[in-house]
């Protein structure tokens, strides 16, 4: 058993920021990760980080432009916290050496992004997210804190009281990717998740392999409800064989989108007669699905993005990164004939709901980053807002895990008063449970362990109890079946069109999944760097994942940011300005609404029509 | 950590084919440095005929007496094996300059594009340095 | 974390001379080829020319440095050789000595010839 | 979607014609002339065809697997496929057992350089119509084998952490202030390249130097101290120290100016030239003693 004050789980942008916060507040710190730091998925940011940084530029600017951009979801006192503080945390980047690019007077570079009244993106060339992720990791080696690499952290270890709100983490389970060992590490203060996205739930993603949603999931399990998960930001222009993703800069310099039979969609349809191709992403998603479905697709699956008419030396001058990218990930010279694209899924605004403080209902369970949902992008994710969420929160989280004082949150958490009980949807299967589940109570005294010690190591055995069954198994289904069949049906009905019905037959094949589950088998006999075992873990927990954002989906009978219903394509402000709550409830999951906080510091944000 | 497996040197030098233009150049850099520093020696122990040769030492070549210096030296140039010796001491010192001003140049940062490049024409110049003084080296050699 | 090196004995120096003796090799070795291969042909060589050419003392020193520079290049050139293919500790000193004491050693004698050559011995 | 397993196939037969994957004869004369620079007119030679690749297996643990052996897959060949995809295809259809890193599939993470066709490449990066067939793709060189393609990355990681490997700086502005350092437009540029290293290990694979000598810092490691030294933010004394560290023994010096780390760099960082400039700078700071 290893044991530390705080352990953080995950090294992408939040959990690094956390370890080294907790690191400052005197805590010892350790880092439980599956990827080696550097792989973390935050390395994949292009854009930049959103922050007030210039003269005439102001925090309070930002916090509207986000609260705007969010269809009036996301909460004043998260959303005012990550404009306030963005300022500092982008300085203190800086100033640990992240390379930004720069103007003539050698300041920072910022620029103009989508949805943001003021140019305050600061950027570091088109690789910002890789330049964030290397300098904290630097910091974290220059601290000399404790990274636990490639261990895969299969649970926490949670009391089990009946209320979620009574139960306490005491650490987290893991095992060693390269030798197989599964070990508990006993957090004293606190755990804090920052696993990143779920984009693997779905078939075609700019997200990861590793980007499974682990996190969402073993805090879901341990009691925390994840909150408005259905909705999910699709990104129009993606390349159709490995999702890499194709800059929204090539529609901004003059690209046009072309169906199969060479029409201009867009305005031939009539899908955005003024913006055509620069409408907002959404729509473009939404109308390249449409020709596709409609029989115009290319390949039947996805349409053209060409520049060419940009000439050559227009697109050696601005695009060339996007000749590259085409030629490496997809074989096709940009420059010759026009790119293959279709709609990616790209970020999931939804997670693990936390306060303002990082920490879940749970007490010890914090979360940051994208798996976490303060919430800051409420519907709608502004392009640039997320990074400085992983820092500010994700200092946030390892500080109050560390036991600093950081007053009290405003933002609740857990099922309480405040909340209002879903009452009048009807599932088409019953939800939940139905995975591979291995008895609970392996104490052999029959007791229930209470102390931190005892919690984790019954989590401990019934992790190794876990494996032994799914290795000892030598017939049965293999994960990457299941997987492949979840991500298919996410993209095929819980994607950028959400139908009833649609959303219905989703779920029954989630069901169906978790049925076949159960007889789920790792086929490697290793023990040595067993990606097939990992793989199947993973499995699980994007089943839960991809169940949860279904369910939203299926709830919110209304079109706000980037959830979109067919039969309600209007933003319901008297009824929908609630956020979705889904717990699992030891397998019979419950659905519930917490009303959306408006009232920030100085004023209240008023739901206004999101035109821009 | 577990087991691993470790493939060791002899793999490396398996690969040899698949070795690229900077890594022959540098393996020929070295065996032509080592070359001409044992030349080196030898040619200095060659030359130290001299010390006789300035005493008046002489010794006997076709029944002639002539100064041990001038004797051995010529005595070794008639041979047509050192001869061929020479043609390869020129290769070899031929290449390690040009190779070796390659070297020069790539420490000072000039024209590193183009080290591939600049290798294979050291190459090239070097054979045909080397057959253009065939001729030179060959007269007068008795066989 | 791995630990930092913390022996410091800079490489630099070998590095650095190893290049400034090869620029100056470059000319002295090409004049010397030119010389004794091409003006002068090497089978035609005899004592009383050697002695000839040696008597000019440009020449002498010229050929003096050129032996040392080359000595130092060539031997220098074959310690960095081994150094860098991971000799260590004792073996290191060993072989340092040795070399050091057979390049002095070919020096000298070089230098003993040459004077012999000017009939100076 | 099949599960099927196919007995192992050792490389001393490689005509078994109960080879791994879907059977096709075509691929068999499917090989390719070697680099093809269009690969779309490649590609489209290749649609509907399938891939034959060589994939390097060991586990320590498995029966049959503890020698060292080539696995032949054929996987049906989409446009667009990479090296990855072919493996990916290869795991998820055929043998779950084929193990390798992977994650962002965009040339970001660094986890999968293999050496493929005797070269380090990144999987993802690399376009498999590109390459001849059968093409061969092995763990790096010079690494431990963890397991098939997966070699032990620990000694990359020391050496990396070696250089110290980040920013230090005593007098920047306190964070209150929202003062970031100033830094020239030209000086940025200067350490561009340099900062985009992904810690792949391609470079320091391909080094031969790397290879004999363990405590050689390496390309990659030397390259990230090169980002640090030249960055007009950090002052002279440090960046004197940083010298210093390099100046070791083992540090600049034991560079032979191969290139190949420049030329297998999936992210094109003039790796070599970076190595040359610190050994100029190393001795003009030496000099200056002098
Ligand atoms: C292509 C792309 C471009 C983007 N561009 C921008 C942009 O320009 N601006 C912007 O603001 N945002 C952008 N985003 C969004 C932003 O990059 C991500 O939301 C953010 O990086 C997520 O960071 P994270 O720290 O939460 O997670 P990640 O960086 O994904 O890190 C997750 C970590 O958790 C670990 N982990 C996961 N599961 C486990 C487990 N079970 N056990 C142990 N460890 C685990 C992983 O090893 C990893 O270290 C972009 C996203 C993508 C995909
Ligand atoms: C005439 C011009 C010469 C030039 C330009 C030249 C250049 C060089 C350079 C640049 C190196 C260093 C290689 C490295 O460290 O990477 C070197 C190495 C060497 N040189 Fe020379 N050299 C010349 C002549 C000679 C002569 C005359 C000798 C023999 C006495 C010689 C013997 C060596 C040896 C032994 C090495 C070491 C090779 C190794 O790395 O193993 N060189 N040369
Ligand atoms: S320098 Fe290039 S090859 Fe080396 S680790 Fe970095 S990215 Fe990979
Ligand atoms: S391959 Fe090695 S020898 Fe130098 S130029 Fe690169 S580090
Ligand atoms: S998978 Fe990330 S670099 Fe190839």
Not at chain 4, 47 to 75: C, L, S
Not at chain 4, 132 to 140: G, M, S
Not at chain 4, 277 to 289: D, G, I, P, S, Y
Request: proline residues 3%; charged residues 25%; hydrophobic residues 35%.
């Amino acid at each position: 058993m290893y044991e530390h004050d705080v352990i953080v789980v995950g090294a992408g942008g939040a959990g690094l920021r956390a370890a080294i916060a907790a690191n400052e507040a005197g805590a010892d710190v350790a880092m439980v990760t599956k990827l080696h730091p550097v792989r973390s998925h935050t390395g994949a940011a292009e854009g930049g980080i959103n922050a007030a940084l210039q003269e005439g530029d102001d925090w309070e600017l930002h916090a509207y432009d986000t609260m705007k951009g969010s269809d009036y979801l996301g909460d004043a006192p998260a959303v005012e916290t990550l404009a306030q503080n963005a300022p500092e945390e982008t300085i203190n980047l800086e100033h640990w050496g992240m390379p930004f690019s720069r103007e003539d007077d050698g300041t920072v570079s910022q620029r103009p992004f989508g949805g943001l009244s003021y140019p305050r993106t600061t950027y570091a060339g088109a690789e910002t997210g890789h330049h964030l992720l290397h300098t904290m990791y630097e910091q974290v080696v220059k601290r000399g804190i404790q990274v636990y690499d490639e261990w895969y952290v299969m649970d926490l270890a949670t009391t089990d009281e009946d209320d979620p709100n009574d139960r306490e983490c005491h650490g987290v389970v893991a095992y060693d990717v390269q030798s197989g060992n599964i070990e508990g590490f006993k957090a004293n203060n606190g755990v804090v998740l920052a696993t990143g996205g779920p984009g693997q739930a779905f078939d075609h993603t700019t997200n990861a392999v590793s980007c499974t949603g682990d996190g969402h999931a073993m805090a879901y399990r341990a009691g925390a409800p994840l909150e408005d998960m259905e909705f999910i930001q699709f990104h129009p222009t993606s390349l159709p064989s490995t999702g890499v993703l194709i800059s929204e800069g090539v529609r901004g310099e003059g690209g046009i989108l072309y169906n199969s039979e060479g029409e201009r969609f867009m305005f031939e349809y009539g899908y955005a007669n003024n913006s055509g191709e620069l409408a907002s992403r959404d729509v473009v998603a939404r109308a390249e699905l449409t020709e596709v479905g409609e029989g115009r697709g290319v390949d039947d699956e996805y349409v053209h993005l060409d520049m060419r008419h940009l000439g050559e030396e227009r697109i050696m001058d601005r695009l060339e990164n996007i000749l590259h990218l085409a030629e490496d990930f997809e074989g096709v010279d940009g420059l010759v004939e026009p790119m293959p694209v279709k709609p990616g899924q790209h970020y999931a605004m939804g997670g693990i709901e936390v306060d303002e403080n990082g920490q879940t209902c749970v007490d010890g369970l914090y979360a940051a980053g994208e798996c976490a949902c303060v919430s800051v992008h409420g519907g709608n994710r502004l392009g640039g807002n997320a990074l400085p969420e992983l820092i500010v929160f994700g200092k946030r989280a390892g500080q109050h895990a560390a036991g600093e004082d950081l007053g009290e949150p405003e933002i609740r958490t857990g099922y309480g008063d405040d909340v209002e009980d879903e009452t009048d949807t009807e599932l088409p299967v019953a939800p939940g449970k139905a995975g591979l589940e291995t008895s609970g109570s392996v104490a052999a005294d029959g007791g229930m362990a209470t102390d931190a010690e005892g919690v984790l190591q019954r989590k401990v055995e019934t992790a190794r109890e876990h494996v032994d069954t799914l290795m000892d198994k030598d017939d049965g289904v293999q994960h990457a079946e299941i997987r492949a069949k979840l991500q298919q049906a996410m993209t095929d009905y819980v994607n950028v069109f959400r139908t009833e019905e649609g959303v219905k037959k989703a779920l029954e094949i989630i069901r169906e999944c978790r049925e076949e589950y159960q007889d789920v088998y790792v086929d490697d006999p290793s023990r040595t760097f067993n990606t097939d075992l990992q793989q199947t873990i993973e499995t699980r927990n994007l089943i839960d994942v991809a169940e949860t954002i279904a369910l939203g989906a299926l709830v919110r009978d209304e079109f706000r940011g980037a959830h979109w219903r067919k039969e309600h394509q209007e933003r319901k402000d008297e009824e929908w300005l609630k956020h979705t709550l889904i717990s699992w409830d030891d397998g019979s999951p419950s659905i519930f609404y917490r009303p959306v906080i408006l009232e920030g510091e100085n004023k209240t944000y008023e739901p206004k029509e999101r035109s821009y | 950590m577990s087991q691993s497996y470790n493939r060791g040197l002899i793999e490396d030098f398996g690969r040899w084919k698949e070795f690229s233009a900077g890594m022959w150049a540098w393996i020929f850099h070295k065996f032509t440095g080592w070359m001409l520093i044992g030349y080196l020696f030898t040619h200095i122990a060659v030359l130290s005929t001299s010390i006789g040769g300035a005493q008046g030492e002489t010794i006997m070549v076709d029944g002639e007496s002539v100064n041990v210096y001038t004797g051995t030296l010529q005595g070794l140039e008639g041979l047509f094996l050192i001869r061929l010796l020479e043609i390869g001491l020129l290769a070899v010192a031929v290449f390690h300059i040009l190779n070796g001003l390659r070297l020069l140049m790539v420490d000072l940062g000039i024209g590193l594009e183009s080290q591939d490049k600049s290798f294979y024409a050291s190459l090239v110049l070097t054979g045909a340095i080397t057959v253009a003084s065939v001729p030179t080296f060959l007269t007068g050699v008795g066989i | 974390m791995a630990e930092r090196y913390s022996s410091f004995t800079p490489g630099g120096t070998g590095w650095f001379l190893q290049r400034i003796t090869a620029a100056f090799l470059v000319v002295v070795l090409a004049f010397h080829f030119f010389l004794l291969h091409f003006v002068n042909h090497a089978y035609e060589v005899t004592f009383m020319q050697t002695q000839l050419r040696m008597e000019n003392i440009g020449y002498f020193l010229t050929m003096v440095l050129f032996l040392v520079t080359a000595a130092f290049h060539g031997v220098n050139g074959v310690y960095n050789a081994l150094v860098n293919q991971g000799l260590e500790g004792t073996q290191k000193k060993v072989v340092l000595a040795v070399l050091t004491i057979a390049g002095v050693g070919l020096v000298a004698q070089g230098i003993y010839v040459a004077l012999a050559m000017r009939g100076m011995i | 979607m099949s599960t099927q397993q196919a007995e192992p196939e050792s490389q001393e037969a490689p005509e078994d014609p109960s080879m791994k994957g879907a059977e096709s004869p075509a691929a068999e004369e499917q090989k390719g002339g070697g680099m093809v620079d269009d690969h779309a007119e490649k590609a489209a030679e290749l649609e509907g065809e399938t891939v034959h690749i060589k994939v390097f297996r060991y586990d320590p643990e498995v029966e049959g697997k503890q020698e060292p052996r080539f696995d032949d897959f054929h996987v049906p060949f989409e446009k667009g496929m990479t090296v990855l995809d072919s493996v990916m295809y290869a795991r998820d259809e055929y043998d779950s057992s084929l193990t390798f890193r992977h994650s962002c599939r965009q040339a970001v993470c660094g986890s999968d350089a293999f050496f493929v066709n005797g070269k380090q490449r990144l999987g993802c990066k690399t376009q498999i119509s590109d390459l001849e067939q059968p093409v061969r793709i092995e763990p790096l060189p010079h690494q431990e084998v963890v397991k098939d393609l997966v070699v032990d990355m620990d000694h990359f990681y020391d050496q990396m952490h070696t250089v110290e490997p980040y920013f230090q700086d005593e007098d920047t502005p306190p964070v209150d202030d929202l003062e970031e350092q100033r830094q020239s437009q030209e000086n940025r540029e200067k350490i561009k390249m340099s900062s985009r290293c992904i810690w792949c290990g391609a470079c320091m694979s391909s080094c031969n130097i790397a290879a004999g000598d363990n405590e050689y810092l390496g390309p990659a490691a030397i390259n990230k101290a090169y980002k640090f030294a030249m960055d007009d933010r950090e002052g002279e004394e440090i960046k004197e120290h940083r010298l210093r560290i390099l100046e070791q023994e083992h540090g600049v010096w034991r560079c032979q100016t191969q290139f190949s780390c420049t030329e297998v760099c999936p992210k094109d960082i003039p790796l070599t030239e970076h190595i040359q400039e610190l050994k100029r700078e190393a001795v003009k700071k030496n000099l200056k003693f002098w």
